[in-house]
Structure formats: C-alpha cells, structure tokens
C-alpha cells in the first residue's frame, strides 16, 4: 500500500519541529528532499542486489517483467523506465521440440567484439548472450525472437502539490503524487529525509534524531 505524501509531510514536519527551531522548509525543498530520499534507499538495495543477487522487499517493488521481440539487428532499446536489469531469458525449443526459457547470459562490453567475431565463444539460440550499450542491450545471436526481461524500474517520484487558498498552500490531494513504498518502508525514508534536511541547515540535533531514526527501522544508510 502506497503511503500519503501529505501524511509524511505532516510525519517529518512534526518531528523536525520539535527537535530543532526556527527552520522550515519551501515545497520546492520538500518535493526535493522526498526524492532524494527515496533513491538513496533505492540504491543502497540495489547495491545490495549487484553485490550479492539478493532481492530485498524494497527492491521487489520496482521489479517488473517484460516479454518482447528482439529486432532482427539484435538490439533492443532500453525501456524508458529501467534502472538496472535483474535477468534476461529467451524462449529455446530443443531437440525434441519442447519450447523453454533458457537464461541469456551477460557479457562484459569490453569482451563483446570477442563473442561476435569468435567461432570458438559464438553464442546460439541455446546458450544465447547479451551486453549493455549505450542506448539498447545488444544480443548474440541476432535473431534471437523473444527475450523476458526482469529489470528494476525507476521509482515514481512524489510530489507534494498544492492550491492557494487565503494566500496559503493548501494541499491538492488531485495533483500529488504518493511514494510507491509500502508503509512500513516509511520510517527509513523519513530517517534519511530528515537527515538530509538537518545536513542542509547543518543541525547537529536535528541529524543525530535522524540517525537513530534509522538506526530503529533496521537498515540504515
């Protein structure tokens, strides 16, 4: 379940004031901080991911499939939402004409031009593979058909919006945008909002409160 950006507004407001004084923050700032935030926790989990292939519940949120064609020319654009590819597998039919998934393996960008000009590494439909380039992922052999790409999608960024009313900011709950975390992601990210919130105005208060915030949720930064 998706948590309010007006009701975590409220939450860190109110924790901020009654650690430190006098210091508020712009819906620009808030907007900004919410953001940050939320990417920070993104990639400590996704570092995780690349370190150790472990998927934690934060990270399954953002992760999404898709089954498409690759192009004859073997290489298919990135999807505008990815940030980071979790596996690719393609559809083999053996010898006995039993169509599987079978996995696409990664190849370094600096070994490709072996895998493509090789007869001895040349990669076919059984043991197919796959590279990153600038703006596509590139696949051995070209003619490869249909790949099922598991990948980490960029997270929706929430944004606190609001109409004037009495000269006031008044929030819209029609125009903003909610974090997509579940509810109990939300205390980590408000430790890592308010620190960097107490970073900006540099309250040494105000960043310790933040850090043992953190530290209570389990995984801090």
Not at 88 to 96: A, E, G, H, L, W
Request: glycine share 4%; charged share 20%.
């Amino acid at each position: 379940m998706s948590v309010n950006i007006n009701d975590f507004k409220n939450f860190v407001e109110g924790v901020s004031a009654k650690v430190q004084v006098g210091n508020t923050l712009t819906v620009e700032q808030f907007n900004t901080f919410c953001n940050q935030a939320q990417l920070l926790r993104y990639e400590y989990d996704r570092n995780i991911f690349i370190s150790k292939d472990e998927i934690s519940f934060y990270l399954s949120l953002f992760l999404k499939n898709l089954t498409t064609s690759v192009p004859v020319a073997g290489a298919l654009p990135y999807p505008a939402d990815l940030e980071h590819i979790a596996s690719i597998r393609s559809y083999y039919i053996d010898s006995n004409g039993v169509g599987i998934e079978v996995p696409v393996q990664s190849v370094r960008n600096s070994d490709w031009g072996k895998i493509t000009s090789s007869q001895l590494l040349v990669a076919t439909k059984e043991y197919p593979k796959y590279s990153w380039f600038e703006t596509d992922i590139r696949f051995a052999p070209k003619n490869i058909g249909v790949v099922m790409l598991d990948y980490f999608r960029t997270p929706v960024k929430p944004e606190w919006n609001y109409t004037i009313v009495n000269n006031r900011p008044v929030y819209d709950p029609l125009t903003s945008v909610n974090f997509e975390w579940d509810s109990f992601a939300m205390n980590n990210i408000a430790g890592i909002f308010l620190e960097l919130f107490a970073t900006t105005i540099k309250d040494a208060e105000l960043t310790a409160f933040a850090q043992a915030f953190q530290q209570q949720s389990n995984t801090p930064l």
